[in-house]
């Protein structure tokens, strides 16, 4: 049984990229995850509102988690975003993350990405590649279900 409380975890207390722009897991379980930023001056584009490159990366990282609580590290292969609303006056972006479809190599992942109010700002459709026998997955084991 794969323990999601303990990839959040991980996740969360990691010092890498995405959480050096204030992402975090609030909520994960079987192929499901969702994070959010609270955002500040630094995540702005020129024009003010929240940069692409921003959303696009809480897209990638919120699916990758989703992804991983099949039971394995992965790696994004694909990634296709709609940006839908210009994300301006927000205060926080919230992804929540789906399986389309997980297989035994690859995993595709719809995200929402949308603001504190629940307006739309993007959806994305993430492609990742399973590390199994790669990479030691240290949180346990798939369901056979």
Known sequence: MVDYEKIAQERNMQNGFINRIGFKVTEIGKLYAKGEIDL????AN???SIHGGVIFSMADTVGGVA???AGSYCTTV???INYLNAAM???????????????????????MIRNEN???IACATMTYYYLRNKIPFPFGT????
């Open 89 to 111: 006056n927000c205060k926080k972006l919230i992804g929540e993350a789906k399986p389309v479809k997980i297989g035994k190599t690859l995993a595709v992942i719809e995200v």
């Open 142 to 145: 798939p369901d056979e279900n």
């Open 40 to 43: 500040g001056e630094m995540h």
């Open 46 to 48: 020129p024009i003010g």
């Open 78 to 80: 694909n990634g296709n």
């Open 118 to 120: 629940g307006k739309d």
């Open 67 to 69: 992804a991983t609580t």
